[in-house]
């Protein structure tokens, strides 16, 4: 099947620190990307839509200048949160869709972001 | 109340069948999908359905969609330990949208 990943799996910054995420599909090419943000035990909830080449889609209540979405290529998007809190610790979970199956949507295994 | 919604909590015996529902609101849902989540690890797409499909069988999934009433369900046939985990309903009101989730069951199942 399909694989998307997503690098760093864990990490823990300071407050006040820039941190990259990164998505990739692995074996398909993607024009869409998906960022979710699950709470614990909780549902996911859509941050974003990265389309290949241009502007992220914000869903309301998330700040862009505060999650920087670049989607360079079909494979690869990034998600950068910028000037990092506490409360922006969560589990982020980014998707891709097959350019050619558009229905099928891939999970990444997700980025446990801790701020201290 | 919720877009999509699930029962929260479903315990089995390993060897029985589990029957996880879903129902839903938006009639215009096109893609109704079910996805597995392992603690700590992403989400591994199980099986989703077309809404013009009524059932969808894949190995040991079960997948049953009543349009009418917007409710989903998922059977598992002989329940095994290693089906432990949170199944999370989603719809996308077309192909290439984000998904909308529920709040995932927790399937505990027991030896």
């Known amino acids: 099947g399909a694989v998307v990943s997503q690098h760093p799996s864990r990490v823990i910054c300071k407050s006040g620190t820039s941190v990259k995420i990164e998505c990739r599909s692995l074996?398909?090419?993607?024009?869409?990307m998906f960022w979710y943000r699950q709470f614990p035990k909780q549902s996911l909830m859509l941050m974003a839509t990265?389309?290949?080449?241009?502007?992220?889609?914000?869903e309301q209540g998330v700040e862009k200048d505060k999650f920087l979405i670049n989607h360079a290529s079909l494979t690869l998007s990034t998600l950068t949160v910028t000037s990092a809190h506490p409360e922006d610790s969560s589990f982020y979970i980014c998707?891709?869709?097959?350019?050619?199956?558009?229905?099928?949507?891939?999970f990444g295994p997700g980025t446990r972001l801790t701020v201290t | 109340g919720e877009d999509v919604e699930q029962s929260l909590f479903l315990s089995v015996r390993e060897g029985d069948s589990s029957v996880i529902n879903c129902t839903y609101t938006?009639?215009?849902?096109?893609?109704l999908y079910w996805y597995k989540q392992e603690p700590g690890a992403g989400l591994q797409l199980l099986t989703y359905?077309?809404?013009?499909?009524d059932m969808k069988q894949d190995q040991r999934l079960t997948v049953l969609l009543n349009k009418k009433d917007k409710h989903l369900s998922l059977r598992i046939a002989d329940t095994q330990t290693g089906d432990s985990a949170i199944y999370f309903c989603?719809?996308?009101?077309?192909?290439?949208?984000?998904?909308?989730f529920g709040k995932g069951t927790t399937l505990s199942v027991s030896s």
């Open positions: 998707s891709a869709e097959d350019l050619f199956k558009s229905h099928e949507q891939y």
């Open positions: 074996d398909f090419q993607a024009t869409t």
């Open positions: 990265s389309n290949e080449g241009s502007k992220a889609t914000y």
């Open positions: 938006d009639s215009s849902s096109t893609y």
């Open positions: 359905i077309f809404s013009n499909m």
């Open positions: 989603a719809r996308a009101r077309q192909a290439g949208t984000a998904l909308i």
